[in-house]
């Protein structure tokens, strides 16, 4: 299987641990009622995204087993996930096989959105001004590099969706009982400049960023106009070349 590496340690830590006990984050049984409604929320928004952006292709960075799959099949466009556990694409690709879909309109690849220029080569077209990045539940906070996502994105000339959890005491106390759940243990927290952190074993290392923060990233990378979008517990912002 190809596979388009930045490689360098914090994407190892990163890939360890959703290759271990992080691959639950995305499993009913582990989630708060709290995660549950986020996740009901970006759902609902994302979906309603496709419906008012006229996009023709949903582009999933950390997609799992194609989160967001469905709502690209119903929407009738064309949908490429992409994800650094390897373990995850067979598991997508038999959903695709499941369903019928044709691979040249749904499509899951190993590669990181930290190389999109790269990792692009791989999706069932080339992304273009029609086309959204979705970085949905947290993934920005979890990148090694959010600059190098961005700046790939911005030579494709996507638009971006980055879903982030609030920074705020209340919902750090809500992210922290959730990734407790998961599994993940001697969490630790931090309130910094750009947002709130937190680091657990097994490699878990999670910002919520703050919307100024995620504002800066983007104007730092040639995006023009972000406009924040509120779902529970957390924000859309999205963000256009
Ligand atoms: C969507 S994030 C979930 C983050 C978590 N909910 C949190 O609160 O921080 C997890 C998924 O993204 C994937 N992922 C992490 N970094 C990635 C990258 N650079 N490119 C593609 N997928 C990535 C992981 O392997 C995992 O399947």
Same mark, same amino acid.
């Given at each position: ?100 879909? %044709? &691979? ?5 690849? #190993?590669?990181?959105?930290?190389? *999109?220029?790269?990792? +692009?080569?791989?999706?069932? @077209?080339?992304?273009? %001004? &029609? ?5 949905? #539940?947290?993934?920005?906070?979890? *990148?090694?590099?959010? +600059?190098?996502?961005?700046? @790939? ?89």
């Amino acid at each position: 299987m190809r596979f388009i590496q930045p490689a360098n340690s914090k994407q190892d830590t990163v890939l360890s641990c959703y290759a271990g006990i992080g691959s639950r984050m995305f499993f009913d049984q582990y989630l708060t009622n709290e995660v549950s409604e986020f996740l009901w929320s970006e759902h609902q928004l994302i979906r309603e995204l496709l419906e008012w952006g006229n996009f023709d292709q949903l582009i999933e960075g950390g997609c799992g087993f194609g989160r967001a799959m469905q709502l690209a099949i119903d929407m009738r466009i064309a949908y490429d996930g992409c994800e650094i556990v390897k373990e995850w694409i067979p598991v997508a690709r038999s959903r695709i096989k499941d369903l019928g879909l %044709d &691979s040249n309109e749904v499509r899951v690849s #190993f590669g990181s959105v930290e190389s *999109l220029e790269e990792t +692009s080569l791989l999706f069932t @077209g080339r992304p273009s %001004d &029609s086309s959204l990045i979705l970085l949905p #539940f947290n993934l920005f906070g979890n *990148l090694n590099s959010p +600059s190098k996502c961005l700046a @790939g994105a911005r030579v494709l000339g996507c638009a971006v969706a980055i879903v982030s959890f609030h920074f705020d005491a209340g919902t750090t106390r809500l992210r922290r009982q959730y990734y407790e759940n998961c599994g993940f243990v001697n969490l630790k927290s931090e309130f910094c400049s750009i947002g709130t952190r937190i680091v657990a074993s097994h490699g878990l290392d999670s910002l919520a960023y703050k919307p100024e923060t995620i504002e800066k990233f983007s104007y730092d990378a040639g995006f023009t106009r972000v406009t924040h979008f509120p779902i529970s517990h957390g924000t859309l912002s999205l963000l256009r070349p």
